[in-house]
């Protein structure tokens, strides 16, 4: 195109390239979306009688021997009741910080992102909060085992419906003969409702879960 006016044809091109720029993005981010799809198919399948669901991850480490164990010591995980199974799905492993294109995977995937012995770039980090893609950051592999067993517990019998009232520590079990266990608790959020349900877990585990039988308030 030729024309006199410069301004206009600066002006012009500047809306050619950022027409360029937002077609080319979102082929990008179909692509993405397709690979993605393709690489978490198969969750929510019956395995025998039960359910299978997954918990997808994105692992970026320092070096590629972490990045190894990691995703072999995940992907031997389990966690299983009478009626599901919940495993872990690493969908990609890398070396280096985190970065925007692992948010991108993250964000289409709903993928926890592991980031052990490194950090996130500015970018990234900025993806992260606006997407609210939850980034954990570690350096020692038991640390990761740990949250990631509560998270499957969390997959695997999800928060109960209602209102969160309170939180309590057990303190010391009593064995009250034909009673059975009573728990002598100290409420350290909140408080405790009678007829309240309750999760007790030990540690990132599930031991527990219905309505609270009786409840006493002692010195």
């Known amino acids: 195109m030729v024309g006199d006016d410069v301004a206009t044809l600066r002006s012009l091109a500047e809306v050619r390239n950022r027409l360029a720029r937002e077609r080319s993005s979102v082929a990008f981010d179909t692509d993405l979306r397709s690979q993605v799809a393709a690489l978490i198919s198969g969750g929510g399948l019956v395995e025998g009688n039960k359910e299978t669901r997954e918990v997808n991850v994105l692992i970026k480490t320092d070096v590629q021997g972490s990045a190894e164990a990691l995703k072999n010591a995940l992907e031997a995980m389990i966690s299983e009741d009478e009626i599901c199974k919940v495993k872990v799905k690493v969908l990609q492993t890398g070396i280096g910080d985190v970065t925007i294109s692992d948010m991108a995977i993250a964000a289409v995937s709903d993928a926890w992102v592991i980031a052990f012995n490194v950090a996130a770039n500015t970018q990234a980090m900025e993806e992260a909060r606006t997407r609210n893609i939850e980034i954990g950051y570690y350096s020692v592999v038991y640390e990761v085992l740990e949250e990631m067993e509560g998270r499957m517990q969390e997959v695997l019998s999800p928060t109960p419906d209602g209102e969160y009232v309170g939180k309590a520590e057990v303190k010391m079990l009593f064995d009250i003969g034909k009673v ?40």
């Not at 059975?180 to 877990?201: F, H, P, Q, S, Y």
């Open 180 to 219: 059975g266990k009573v728990a002598g608790c100290a409420c350290v959020d909140g408080e405790l409702i009678k007829t309240g349900n309750v999760r007790v877990l030990r540690g990132a585990k599930i031991i527990f879960e219905g309505k609270i039988k009786t409840l006493k308030h002692l010195k």
